[in-house]
């Protein structure tokens, strides 16, 4: 078995719910793996009890579970950034098996695969079916999900592979502009070429869900994120080693943990 690397991150006074607009939360992010990792303490970050707009958000101390692909840094994750900045208790970990152990704890208030190395193994579909079933919000990505007709199945989607770093718009007549729900996420980012060869997928939801960020202009047809579910699953056709060292707006957040706290704050519930 792989050792495990769990990282406990942040007292959780503040988490995952619908939120109103909001300025851009601080920008002092500490990345120590093992050690508390916080947004600053100047009450515009989420640390005092509110979203950074004002709006209170209380989790009763659940958590955000995050798994990061086999090999990647937790630390340096986008996810588990933007999970904390929101200010929730973060586990997350390179381990599938501690991740799913997590999951049917079943105290977790939203759960983030983002998995460019290495897609979850298929034995453990029905754990994801079931916190999906159970209506968990859900953030999905993993490589090669073009290959596996039972995971896209699940997710409900169909995904192509796109080889090419391509820029990303908010999707034309979406219900939630994500680039601007919390943080401000520049239109027109652009990340660099996968590590992993396939720079993501071209998705298409299935099961009556929404493109909600689309590849290459204001008016593109391909979707690079979508929901399904009924909105309480978000698949993401992006990696967030693509994105987390831009910053094209420079404001001193990483593009790709902006993007995740929006989808954090889109699909993430505490009822």
């Known amino acids: 078995m792989r050792p495990s690397r769990p990282v406990l991150l942040c007292s959780l006074v503040a988490a995952l719910a619908a939120c109103t607009p909001a300025e851009k939360a601080g920008a002092d992010t500490g990345a120590d793996t093992g050690s508390p990792l916080s947004a600053g303490t ?7 009890g509110t ?8 989790c009763s101390g659940r958590a955000v579970l995050v ?14 950034l933007a999970a904390a900045a929101l200010g ?38 029905p754990v994801f079916a079931a916190l999906i079933e159970a209506g968990v919000p859900l953030i999905f990505g993993m490589t090669d999900l073009h290959r596996e007709p039972t995971w896209m199945s699940l997710l409900g989607v169909t995904a192509v592979d796109q080889w090419d770093s391509r820029p990303l718009y908010p999707a034309p007549g ?3 502009d994500l680039f601007t729900l919390h943080q401000d996420v520049p239109a027109g980012m652009r990340g660099l070429y996968s590590s992993w060869a396939i720079d993501g997928h071209a998705l298409v939801p299935t ?29 993401n056709g992006l990696f967030g080693d693509v994105f987390d060292r831009i910053d094209e707006d420079e404001d001193g957040l990483p593009d790709a943990q902006e993007l995740f706290e929006n989808e954090l704050v889109l699909v993430g519930s505490c009822g």
């Open 42 to 48: 100047d009450g515009t970050d989420g640390t005092d």
């Open 88 to 125: 929730a208790t973060v586990q997350a970990t390179n381990d599938e098996e501690e991740l799913v152990g997590w999951i049917q704890a079943g105290d977790a208030a939203a759960v983030v695969v983002d998995a460019p190395a290495r897609r979850p193994d298929d034995e453990h579909q």
């Open 207 to 235: 099961d009556g869900g929404e493109a909600l960020v689309v590849y290459d202009s204001a008016a593109g047809t391909e979707a690079a994120v979508v929901t399904t579910h009924g909105g309480r699953v978000l698949v």
């Open 51 to 58: 979203d950074g707009g004002g709006g209170a958000i209380d």
């Open 174 to 176: 979406a219900s939630t």
């Open 67 to 80: 798994f990061v692909g086999e090999g990647g840094d937790i630390s340096d994750s986008p996810a588990v």
